[in-house]
C-alpha cells in the first residue's frame, strides 16, 4: 500500500495527479479529490485558490519527475545511448502490458484534453515533452559517432516522441499491444540503417540490438 504523504499540498497534489490521469481533469471534481486526500475544502484553496492552480502544481510535478522516476531507473541499467532510448519506449510498453493497455502517458492525456483551452497549463505540458525529448537528445548526442553527420538530432528526437506517443494511442485504442510493437520494431529499423556503417563504438552488433518483445502478456 502507497505511504500518502504527510504535507497537505503533497496530498492533494498526489491526489489530483492520479485522479486527472485515470479519469480525466474536466471529469475530476473537487469534492472527489478532497474526499481521496482526505483534506477539507479550507486547505484546499489555501494552496490551491482554483483547480487550475492545481492543475498547474501537477504539470510542475511531472517536470520535477521525469528524471529520478521515469529515467533514472532506465539509465542506471543501460549504458548504451541508443539502447537507453529504446529502454525508454519499453518502460511504456511494460506499462500498457500490467494495465491491459489501458495506460495512457499522462502528459499526452492531459495536451489532447486541456491543451487548447488553458494557456498557463499549455505551456508547463509543452515543458514537459521538451524535457522528454532533451533526454532523448542526449543520448542521440552521447552516440553521435554511430549516426550520419546530417542527421538533425533535435528532429529526430522528437520523431522519437511522436512515434512513442501515437504508438500508446493506437495501443490504448486497439487494446492490443501490436500496435505499439509494430511502431517501435519500425523505429529500430530506422535507427538499424542510420547506424548501419558502423564506428568505433564497442556497441553489439545491430542485431543483437534488436528488442526481444515478447507479445503474451506476463
Known amino acids: 500500500m502507497k505511504l500518502r504523504p ?129 533526454a532523448v537528445h542526449e543520448c542521440l548526442n552521447a552516440a553521435d559517432d554511430r549516426l550520419p553527420s546530417d542527421v538533425d538530432r533535435a528532429q529526430l528526437a522528437s520523431f522519437v516522441l511522436t512515434v512513442m506517443e501515437g504508438a500508446v494511442m493506437q495501443a490504448r485504442t486497439e487494446r492490443s499491444l501490436k500496435p505499439f510493437d509494430d511502431a517501435v520494431t519500425q523505429l529500430r529499423d530506422y535507427f538499424d540503417r542510420l547506424t548501419a556503417d558502423g564506428t568505433q563504438w564497442g556497441a553489439p552488433a545491430a542485431s543483437e540490438l534488436k528488442p526481444r518483445i515478447n507479445t503474451d502478456k506476463e
Open 6 to 134: 504527510d504535507n497537505t499540498r503533497d496530498r492533494l497534489i498526489d491526489t489530483a495527479m492520479e485522479l486527472f490521469h485515470s479519469q480525466g481533469y474536466q471529469a475530476t471534481g473537487v469534492a472527489q479529490i478532497l474526499k481521496k486526500a482526505e483534506v477539507n475544502s479550507g486547505s484546499l484553496y489555501y494552496f490551491f485558490p482554483t483547480k487550475e492552480d492545481l492543475l498547474l502544481a501537477v504539470l510542475e510535478k511531472y517536470k520535477l519527475m521525469l528524471h529520478p522516476a521515469l529515467l533514472e531507473p532506465i539509465w542506471s541499467r543501460i549504458d548504451d545511448p541508443i539502447e537507453k532510448v529504446f529502454g525508454l519506449l519499453d518502460g511504456y510498453r511494460r506499462l500498457l502490458m500490467m494495465t491491459e493497455c489501458n495506460y495512457g502517458c499522462p502528459i499526452g492525456n492531459l495536451a489532447l484534453e486541456i491543451g487548447h483551452s488553458h494557456a498557463k497549463a499549455r505551456q508547463l505540458l509543452a515543458d514537459n515533452f521538451k524535457g522528454w525529448r532533451d
